[in-house]
């Protein structure tokens, strides 16, 4: 089962240019005064495709977070993604708060959640191709995480990550599976998933035509994912926009639609978040949904070993009964 990505995604709409950003060198040495001048004004050349252009958005925003004077997270390698002499504008904006305030909740989730999973961990990170979260998380060992992006702007990062040394944390493997496979759930498990292990699952920034593409991605988790794991992330609003004729409130249609693959969600305000954090949201439209779901069923790798138990026991038990007779 392959996804299709496409140009309507989570983050192309919030800029209509997108700034180069600053290399992760310059980024970890520059000034994090608020007065520092720094202003995105530079245009992208046309060659940049739309999803590029849109993991490029989200990386130029992880940037301007780590150059705040306290930021929520810091990213050292955002910079290296794109060209430099580019000038950031430190003012916070609706869409960078919202999706800065999502990116460190979603971080936050991922690493308690892997923490506390006894033995092998496995993290499953559906990304624009961009994320650097397999690079600056302090993951703990014995940590399989797995990318599922677009492969042209995966490739585009690997290569840039690789030029400024950027390393996975000792005793971990990383792994990426293209977005564009014919069979996502085959390609994973070719590359070490294990249905019957608990796992964590993210997704932010992937690029999604339509709700149709979202619900194969609920399908893999509910096929993959053992019971008990986790699916974080954020997901564009019009996503329930396509279903407004059923007059459902979004909490209710959120629901509807992971019950729908044997998940249990619940919305996260944005609002509670910063203020978890001891921020002030900035007020303006942000068209995503945060939410966090839990896998209420067993995988099929768990329910195959359900079965050939039970067969086994069920050939113990004629084996027994033969011989008494």
């Known amino acids: 089962m392959g996804w299709k990505c496409v140009e309507r995604f989570t983050h192309t709409s919030h800029f209509s240019i997108l700034q180069p950003s600053l290399p992760p060198y310059y980024a970890a040495s520059a000034s994090k005064n608020k007065n520092v001048a720094f202003t995105l004004k530079s245009k992208l050349d046309d060659e940049y495709e739309p999803l590029l252009k849109s993991a490029l958005n989200a990386a130029s925003l992880r940037l301007q977070e780590t150059h705040q004077s306290e930021p929520l997270f810091v990213d050292p390698y955002a910079g290296c993604f794109v060209p430099p002499r580019t000038r950031l504008d430190l003012m916070k904006t609706s ?26 961990k496995q993290v499953v990170l559906l990304t624009d191709g ?7 998380l302090s993951w703990g060992s014995s940590t399989i995480i797995f990318d599922i992006s677009p492969e042209t702007t995966f490739q585009i990062a690997a290569q840039k990550l ?4 950027a390393k996975i944390p000792r005793g971990c493997l990383f792994f990426h599976v293209p ?13 070490g998933f294990n249905g019957s292990r608990p796992s964590v699952w993210a997704v932010q920034g992937l690029p999604l035509m ?7 991605i609920l399908f893999a988790v509910s096929s993959l994912a053992a019971k008990g794991s ?3 992330g954020e997901i564009p609003a019009w996503f329930a926009e396509t279903e407004i004729e059923l007059k459902l409130s979004t909490q209710k249609w959120m629901e509807k639609l992971f019950s729908g693959h044997g998940l249990r969600v619940d919305l996260i305000s944005y609002s509670e978040v910063a203020r978890s954090l001891g921020r002030e949201l900035t007020p303006g439209d942000y068209r995503n949904i945060l939410f966090v779901a839990e896998q209420l069923r067993f995988s099929d790798d768990q329910m195959e070993t359900w079965r050939r138990e039970f067969q086994r026991v069920e050939e113990e038990g004629d084996e027994q009964g033969f011989e008494e007779l």
Do not use: W
């Open 162 to 165: 690789q030029d400024v040394g």
């Open 210 to 216: 339509n709700l149709a593409n979202f619900e194969n």
């Open 130 to 136: 961009m994320d650097t979260r397999p690079y600056r």
């Open 95 to 120: 869409e960078s708060d919202h999706y800065c305030l999502a990116t460190k909740f979603i971080d936050d989730k991922l690493i308690h959640t892997a923490n506390n999973i006894d033995g092998l």
């Open 179 to 191: 977005l564009e496979s014919s069979d996502i759930q085959k390609s994973l498990c070719s590359k």
């Open 230 to 232: 986790i699916f974080v």
